[in-house]
């Protein structure tokens, strides 16, 4: 009984967090990725003009922010729910 309260109550605030996590993600991955190419925007994968090395290199950049910005939200989101139900969402 204890265990359903910790997963009812993440349930919603997941959803929230998980909708925040990628917007944070994304504008940390546009400021990297400025900062990192020097180009104002990240390459578009059929983007004709941009090579292979470039968009993969994108796109594992973005995989590995959006990945960490996640895992930070989600454990933060489970740490904030034991604190208000005292049971850890499994």
């Known amino acids: 009984m204890s265990n359903r309260i910790g997963k009812t109550a993440y349930r919603p605030v997941g959803v929230l967090m998980g909708f925040a996590a990628g917007a944070v993600a994304g504008a940390i991955f546009r400021q990297v990725w400025k900062m990192t190419a020097g180009d104002g925007e990240a390459p578009d994968p059929t983007d004709e003009d941009r090579g292979w090395g470039e968009i993969?290199?994108?796109?594992a950049l973005q995989g590995?922010?959006?990945?960490?910005?996640?895992?930070?939200?989600?454990?933060?989101g489970a740490v904030g729910v034991r604190r208000m139900t005292g049971h850890w969402p499994d």
């Open 56 to 59: 993969l290199a994108a796109a």
């Open 64 to 76: 590995a922010i959006f990945s960490v910005v996640r895992a930070a939200v989600d454990r933060g």
